[in-house]
């Protein structure tokens, strides 16, 4: 997810930039929102809350 954000804001900014920047832009933004999901989705719960157990239909 941020990852998608950073690499494509990368792209932008090495395409302004030119140059060798071109390529290290992207990756450097693609790196910096992997590492940003990684830490979003280690604060997300494992497993889906469960279900109370005595109320049966």
């Given at each position: ?49 469960e279900k109370d ?5």
């Open positions: 997810m941020l990852c998608c954000v950073g690499l494509i804001g990368g792209l932008v900014v090495g395409l302004y930039l030119g140059g060798p920047w071109t390529f290290i832009a992207p990756a450097i933004g693609f790196g910096v929102g992997l590492v940003g999901d990684m830490k979003f989705m280690h604060k997300m719960p494992r497993h889906p809350p157990q005595g109320k049966e239909d």
